[in-house]
């Protein structure tokens, strides 16, 4: 399985683990408490089971463990407030947890291996944190959304390119001499950059 792939699928296994979200209706005060506690709780248990484990792993499990109880939080503050912002937070509390956990993963892989892994979890990042926005720009009702969920969507688009790029670029570092000028040379004309 190459690199992306095993990207892809860690980001869809940390993404299942992290799934969840804030209902439309929203929630009473004391629902979010408890759910704020039981996420505080349930962190416990898995910090404690992480004890187990040593190296990488056990880092990855805190970090697993670390990343449910924030999205739990920030889903719970979410579905209280239940408003577009809050369920933005808890969109880039998801990618935020995703992103942590893949960059632990990261550790296990060594040089230019290593630093594309490290790149294409970033990018990754980037994209959730600009759908999350973008989303919460949407929701808005007023006059000028239309407007404003356009710009968002464009800087979106914009910051997702350039992350990709990055990914790209670091991919050609694994490379020397002239396949590594033709891959760059690609990568730049791949996605407009002079």
């Known amino acids: 399985m190459n690199r992306t792939k ?10 299942l683990s992290f799934a969840g979200g804030a209902n439309a209706q929203g929630t009473s005060k004391d629902s979010y408490d408890m759910s704020v506690k039981s996420a ?5 248990a898995e910090r404690d089971a992480c004890n187990a484990l040593s190296g990488n792993a056990k880092d990855i499990c805190v970090e697993t463990a670390k990343g449910k109880e924030a999205v739990a939080k920030a889903d719970a503050e979410a579905a209280y407030k239940n408003t577009p912002k809050a369920r933005e937070s808890a969109r880039v509390a998801r ?3 995703t ?3 893949a960059k632990e993963r990261c550790d296990d892989m060594v040089g230019n291996t290593k630093d ?4 294409e979890a970033k990018a990754m990042h980037v994209k959730g944190k600009a759908d999350a926005k973008v989303d919460r720009v949407a929701a808005d009702t007023s006059k000028e959304s239309a407007e404003k969920t356009a710009e968002a ?4 688009t914009v910051d997702k390119r350039d992350a990709e ?3 790209a670029v670091e991919k050609c570092d694994a490379l020397a001499g002239a396949p590594k000028d033709s891959c760059v040379r690609d990568a730049k004309m ?3 950059k002079s």
């Open 6 to 15: 095993l990207l892809v699928a860690l980001f869809a296994a940390a993404g």
């Open 40 to 44: 505080q709780e349930a962190y416990k």
């Open 95 to 97: 990618a935020d947890a």
């Open 99 to 101: 992103y942590n956990v």
């Open 116 to 119: 594309v892994c490290v790149k």
């Open 153 to 156: 969507r464009r800087d979106a």
């Open 165 to 167: 790029y990055k990914v």
């Open 190 to 192: 791949r996605f407009g």
